[in-house]
């Protein structure tokens, strides 16, 4: 029995390792993609499409204003539903998790397997809760920003404008991550079985949805340069300003 219980323990050191380890090793492959050849990922080419969106908008506040606070406000909803889900399903927990801890005093908190599961999945969510309210500031940031007056130096301004919209959108992403993560978590419950499959499953998943098909990236690359030969956005922005040329995940 004793020797039984010491095989289980290792099976589930090692199998919660290694789909930690998947889990981990596809976003590091994810943001090597993001950084080094962005228009392969979702991320990337929705970067490039906020920025596209900024210079529409503001290139005509009167009439675009409206519509771009709307915008915002909906990206504002969203974060706030995904902080609200992960703060309450934080309290949960530690209901949960104090009423177990009372009813056995004796069981080392933070050496237990059972209790290092829910600590885990707690901090997931946490996370998750304080990336989607970082989102939400730099969301009613862009909102304040792209409705003011434009200032003399338009590229800076709107290059500042973009960076801070990429950056309440990568905010977002983060913090939905995090729910992902906390499905491999939960079903760590139920074993290390299930969180490896879950593991290896989600990281399979997320490839195909964050990866673009070649329609995709032809669609978009079309779609920009039919807005620069009919809108002219560069040109009714400043002469010399070449937006896609710079970085489009700052």
């Not at 099976?11 to 392969?40: A, K, Q, S």
């Not at 503001?58 to 990206?75: E, F, H, P, Y």
Request: proline fraction near 3%; glycine fraction near 4%.
């Amino acid at each position: 029995m004793v020797a039984m219980g010491m095989e289980d323990e290792r099976l589930e050191h090692l199998l919660v390792v290694l789909g930690l380890l998947v889990f981990l090793i596809y976003h590091i492959w994810l943001l090597y993609t993001i950084v080094y050849n962005p228009v392969r990922t979702v991320i990337g080419l929705n970067a490039e499409s906020r920025h596209q969106w900024v210079l529409f908008m503001m290139s005509d506040t009167a009439k675009n204003g409206v519509l771009a606070v709307q915008t915002i406000r909906n990206n504002i909803m969203a974060s706030t539903l995904l902080a609200t889900t992960a703060i309450t399903l934080t309290s949960l927990i530690g209901i949960f998790a104090s009423n177990a801890w009372n009813t056995d005093d004796t069981a080392p908190i933070l050496y237990s397997i059972s209790s290092m599961k829910r600590i885990s999945i707690t901090v997931c969510f946490l996370v998750a809760f304080l990336c989607n309210v970082q989102s939400i500031r730099c969301y009613a940031h862009v909102s304040f920003l792209i409705n003011a007056p434009t200032l003399r130096d338009k590229r800076e301004y709107m290059e500042y404008i973009t960076k801070t919209l990429n950056r309440g959108s990568h905010s977002w992403s983060l913090g939905l991550r995090a729910f992902y993560l906390s499905f491999p978590l939960f079903l760590w419950i139920y074993g290390p079985i299930p969180m490896f499959v879950c593991c290896c499953l989600t990281s399979f998943i997320l490839y195909f949805l964050d990866t673009t098909a070649k329609i995709a990236r032809d669609l978009h690359s079309n779609s920009f340069r039919k807005e620069r030969g009919t809108h002219d956005v560069e040109s009714a922005v400043e002469p010399d300003y070449h937006p896609l040329a710079g970085n489009n995940l700052s």
